[in-house]
């Protein structure tokens, strides 16, 4: 049997098909760096074709997935014991056993029970967290360009086996350990590997084997960045065999679900902790010393007192808030990277988006082209090949226009982008502009494919946003050598001498070219300009110099790009939620004020460009900068400088961005948004948000969820902190003045369990508002506790306290025994809630809206299970011999549910004034 040598130098017998599925080993041993590239070819069985399909699918079947070993998740058990980890639940355990000592078992058992709910509740919402970033990391899984059948094609970074060949450029992450065959002005930021923050220069020359991995320049690793130019490399090892796989402590982790105001809240929590420990001190030293009240009673009170007053449940019920926030959020696009950016999200004033393919459709369509003599109009829509160059209507071939011939020739041999028939429609790879172009090309009868094997790609000079174009460089089999350079019309025009004449080429007429150029942008079309210069026979790279000038202009593209509609709605949205929306563009102003007008941007009429922003001092930037909503012919570094001027102007702001160059203002922003179809993986490694859709309405969604989730937390403290004050002060009130306890430490207990689990819980899911994006962006330095804050909580348990001793002492008044009147105490602090919930709903609007609604059911279904369990708690035998309680009439339900009422007609009162003094005058 024939055999051939594995990576490793051993042999292995061939599959019966003949494609061996060759072995990975670790870079050490496999001495990638210090081989040949026909050498490494040889080994992989592969061709600089790439793979067949079904031979990569079977390599993928015997190798597995390209990814690394997650780190091992806790376990269930570990996560519910971590859940008692806590300096609340070691208070209330102490408590549970010295009650046990002193023989009040009842009393033990609830609080154990207190315990034990609380750390049930808080390991199921923690398993839905993990859950939830669990699914949203799948939801940014990343891609890679590969040759599959010699097609170049997309695929899931996951699938890629050994020996397929990678395409890698500027912003890319490197999906897999590759040798590389090929690189154009490559650089690599390794530093996940070396900590060498400096981007490392490429080759594809072999090194001695004993290199350092820092030393080995024709290897490309996964995980690292790639910041400048393009290359081609075969895939020498993937998953756990690449280098990052063989260094355990860079595997990766999942995000921890924190954020700084949930630790602010635990810090909250602690210090209020200790306040009510000392004042349930106090109480019980009043209790025993003043009154004479039995130490053993006075105990039991206090632990009443701690477990009402501390909003044990709150942490959680955040917790749960934030998870619920981001799933939401990922339901409609917005896949949250670091979840500090739940928070900021409510308090953008600021947007700052590109144009294509954010606030527009991203179908770009060549609408016109532009030669030295005419200018020709393009009919067809999207990415179908169906359509004809018409001249005052009348249609147009090349066989009467070389000069429109040679310009579509050159589009698409200067074009990375592939086309290709799926069904009815059109399916494209690679940049939606160069689609495009190849789309326009085959509307005049051109074959990409023909054309590309008839004039193979020598060498190229990759698009960077510093010199705005791409070069390639073409010979056909006669050994003719042609360069294409495409790019900015500006640019273009500069590095151009000469322009295509009827007959031969001719001096540039500028005049007339920017004419052309402010024709098509007035109508809304971005413009590209293509020019040629002849190459010699041996001319087998490209340089800077070869283009920088001297070059014969073509002709002009004016490609249209329409707004979505869904962007049109997005910005009213925004305008109307206080929110301004900018548009950055590397457009000419003409087309970015034509958009802007068609999107309804404010000021959509004046604009700023890139040059008129470098002609600003700083301090005329920030003066100007609120004033203008449109900027144009702009680079990734004025990004940077509008956001650092809009933040000197005390704006919070939001930035979007896709290409590696963005990643500075996308971390300098309060809000980086990087584009989940079209950005770089630098751009998604600098951002707090990824858009899946690269919607610009998918933004304005998020902001309103991330209003929604600050509202649904304050909702969560408006209702806790108040409810459990009222509770607290019950005790504290009897003790206090030496009065029978109109609730025992074991029914507050009682209280506390039931309503965590069920009221307090229900604002978690409470949907957004009708008003959330019809009011002005929340202030940053907001304080969650604020003074409206202490007012409700003495609000709220005043009226509590007065209800629930007004019933009880009303009772004692009628004859009724203890038990029954602490039973229908009970029931109206519960009653309380209740409404309570229903008032907290709304932070300031009138509940009344959808009372009855759907949005309402979740609160309805709480109020549902809050009353079952005091149906239980007052009238189940089992329940009266451990709470002490016992059956009361119909009349005294009524009483307790009139009284527990006047809580939901006063909070409204309260709202309904707040909101009439919020009025202007």
Not at 98 to 111: E, F, N, Q, Y
Not at 185 to 203: F, H, M, Y
Request: glycine share 8%; aromatic share 6%; charged share 20%.
């Amino acid at each position: 049997m024939k055999q051939s040598l594995d990576v490793s130098g051993d042999a292995t017998q061939r599959q019966p098909d003949g494609n061996a599925m060759p072995s990975q080993t670790p870079i050490g041993a496999a001495d990638w760096h210090s081989r040949p590239q026909d050498d490494i070819l040889a080994l992989l069985e592969a061709s600089s074709d790439g793979l067949p399909q079904a031979v990569a699918e079977r390599r993928l079947a015997e190798a597995g997935p390209n990814r690394l070993t997650p780190a091992r998740a806790r376990g269930p058990l570990v996560r519910l014991a971590a859940q008692f980890h806590n300096v609340l639940i070691y208070v209330l355990l102490v408590a549970a056993g010295i009650t046990a000592a002193l023989g009040h078992w009842i009393d033990s058992s609830v609080i154990a029970a207190v315990v034990v709910v609380n750390a049930v509740i808080g390991f199921l919402q923690e398993g839905r967290a993990e859950r939830a970033l669990d699914a949203i990391r799948s939801l940014l899984s990343q891609v890679a360009t590969v040759f599959r059948d010699g097609r170049r094609v997309t695929v899931p970074a996951e699938e890629l086996v050994p020996g397929d060949i990678v395409v890698i450029q500027s912003g890319d992450k490197v999906p897999a350990d590759l040798r590389l065959l090929r690189a154009r002005t490559l650089r690599i930021q390794e530093a996940i590997l070396s900590g060498e923050s400096v981007p490392v220069d490429k080759s594809v020359e072999p090194v001695g084997a004993a290199a350092a991995v820092g030393d080995r320049t024709c290897m490309a690793f996964s995980g690292t960045l790639v910041t400048y130019g393009q290359g081609t490399g075969v895939v020498v090892a993937t998953g756990d065999k690449s280098e990052i796989g063989q260094v355990s402590a860079l595997l990766a982790k999942v995000e921890t679900l924190t954020t700084p105001l949930l630790r602010q809240m635990t810090t909250f929590g602690h210090w209020l902790t200790i306040v009510i420990l000392l004042l349930a001190a106090v109480t019980f030293a009043v209790g025993i010393l003043l009154h004479g009240f039995a130490a053993s009673d006075m105990f039991l009170a206090a632990v009443g007192l701690a477990v009402a007053a501390i909003p044990e449940g709150l942490p959680a019920i955040m917790t749960i808030s934030l998870a619920i926030g981001v799933e939401r959020m990922a339901r409609r696009n917005a896949i949250i990277r670091r979840l500090p950016a739940v928070e900021t999200l409510g308090s953008v004033s600021v947007i700052c988006s590109d144009k294509t393919g954010t606030l527009t459709r991203n179908e770009m369509t060549v609408r016109s082209v532009a030669t030295s003599r005419q200018l020709l109009e393009v009919s067809g829509e999207g990415y179908r090949p169906e359509g004809e160059f018409l001249h005052a209507g009348i249609p147009v071939s090349l066989d009467h226009h070389p000069r429109l011939q040679a310009l579509m020739l050159g589009a698409i041999l200067c074009s990375d982008a592939d086309l290709q028939a799926a069904g009815d429609d059109w399916d494209i790879s690679g940049d939606p502009m160069e689609a495009a172009l190849l789309v326009a090309g085959m509307k005049m009868a051109l074959d990409p494919v023909a054309e590309r094997k008839g004039w193979p790609r020598t060498d190229e000079i990759p698009f960077e946003s510093e010199h705005r174009f791409m070069a390639t460089l073409h010979h056909d089999h006669e050994g003719d050598g042609v360069i294409y350079v495409k790019g900015a019309p500006e640019r273009i025009l500069d590095m151009c001498h000469h322009q295509r004449g009827p007959k031969t080429d001719v001096p540039i007429d500028r005049p007339y070219w920017s004419a052309r150029m402010e024709e098509m942008a007035a109508r809304g079309e971005r413009v590209l300009a293509l020019a040629v210069r002849d190459a010699p026979i041996d001319k087998q790279a490209l340089t800077f110099a070869d283009v920088e000038d001297d070059l014969t202009l073509l002709g002009l593209f004016g490609l249209a790009d329409p707004p979505r509609a869904e962007a049109i709605d997005a910005v009213a949205r925004c305008h109307e939620a206080g929110i301004r929306v900018k548009m950055i563009t590397g457009d000419h102003a003409g087309t970015a004020r034509a958009i802007a007008g068609q999107l309804g941007l404010r000021n959509s009429g004046s604009s700023l460009t890139g040059p008129e922003l470098d002609g600003l001092t700083p301090d005329e930037l920030v003066t100007q900068v609120l004033d203008v909503d449109v900027f144009a012919r702009t680079s990734p570094e004025h990004k940077l400088k509008l956001v650092q001027a809009l933040q000197e102007r005390g704006q919070t702001v939001a930035m979007t961005g896709d290409g590696v160059n963005d990643a500075p203002a996308l971390k300098r922003a309060d809000v980086g948004v990087a584009m989940g179809k079209k950005g770089s993986e630098a751009a998604k490694e600098a951002a707090e948000m990824v858009l899946a859709d690269d919607n610009f309405a998918s933004i304005t969604h998020a902001v309103e969820e991330g209003r929604t989730v600050y509202d649904n937390l304050k909702k969560a403290i408006l209702f806790i902190l108040p409810t459990n004050g009222g509770q607290a002060f019950t005790i504290i009130a009897a003790i206090a003045f030496g009065h029978l306890l109109p609730i025992t430490a074991v029914q507050i207990l009682w209280v506390n369990m039931v309503t965590a689990v069920t009221l307090a819980l229900a604002l978690a899911f409470e949907p957004p508002e009708a008003e959330t994006m019809k009011r002005t962006p929340r202030r940053p330095d907001e304080p969650l506790l604020s003074g409206f804050l202490v007012w409700r909580i003495a609000f709220i348990s005043s009226v509590l306290l007065l209800g629930v001793f007004g019933i009880f002492l009303w009772l004692q008044a009628q004859g009724a025994d203890v038990e029954t009147a602490r039973t229908a105490a009970v029931n109206t602090l519960v009653l309380f809630e209740v409404f309570y919930l229903f008032n907290v709903r709304k932070l300031r609007a009138s509940p009344f809206s959808d009372l009855f609604s759907r949005e309402a059911g979740i609160a309805w279904a709480a109020a549902g299970t809050v009353i079952f369990f005091q149906l239980l708690f007052t009238y189940a035998p089992f329940m009266q011999w451990l709470f002490s309680t016992r059956p009361v009439e119909l009349s005294v339900w009524a009483a307790s549910i009139g009284v527990a009422a006047t809580i939901f007609l006063l909070v409204e009162a309260e709202k309904a004034l707040l909101r009439r003094l919020a009025k202007p005058a």
